[in-house]
């Protein structure tokens, strides 16, 4: 059984800089995906980043040029650098793993584990 674990978030004004992490407590096989979503209260979740076994990384429009995505396996962590952040990028930010075979990486019932979540406020 794997558990992930997000660290990281707190609270920034504008324009500031945040990095999360996501570490597993058990191997993530190197086949997973591994991804970033985040969810507003009242809104949907919505995928953000995601980085595949094969290095093929995907964001979602409105963070491109401010966040980077990356992964250690070596040390199973996952992890989210975000700069020029803006009030709309205020969320629970959730990393996740799975083995898509395929789907869309936004589609967060993809994937088989989830972890609980860090707060990210922007104001």
């Known amino acids: 059984h794997v558990q992930l674990v997000e660290s990281g978030g707190g609270s920034v004004q504008a324009g500031g800089s945040l990095r999360l992490s996501c570490t597993a407590s058990?191997?993530?096989?190197?086949?997973?995906?591994m991804g970033w979503f985040r969810q507003a209260p009242g809104k949907e979740r919505e995928g953000v980043a995601a980085?595949?076994?094969?290095?093929?990384?995907s964001y979602t429009n409105s963070v491109k040029g401010r966040f980077t995505i990356s992964r250690d396996n070596a040390k199973n962590t996952l992890y989210l650098q975000m700069n020029g952040l803006k009030a709309e990028d205020t969320a629970m930010y959730y990393c996740?793993?799975?083995?898509?075979?395929?789907?869309?990486?936004?589609?967060?019932?993809?994937?088989?584990?989830r972890g609980q979540g860090t707060q990210v406020t922007v104001s």
């Open positions: 058990g191997d993530i096989h190197p086949s997973y995906c």
């Open positions: 980085i595949d076994s094969d290095g093929t990384i």
């Open positions: 996740a793993a799975g083995r898509l075979r395929g789907k869309d990486w936004r589609l967060p019932h993809e994937y088989r584990y």
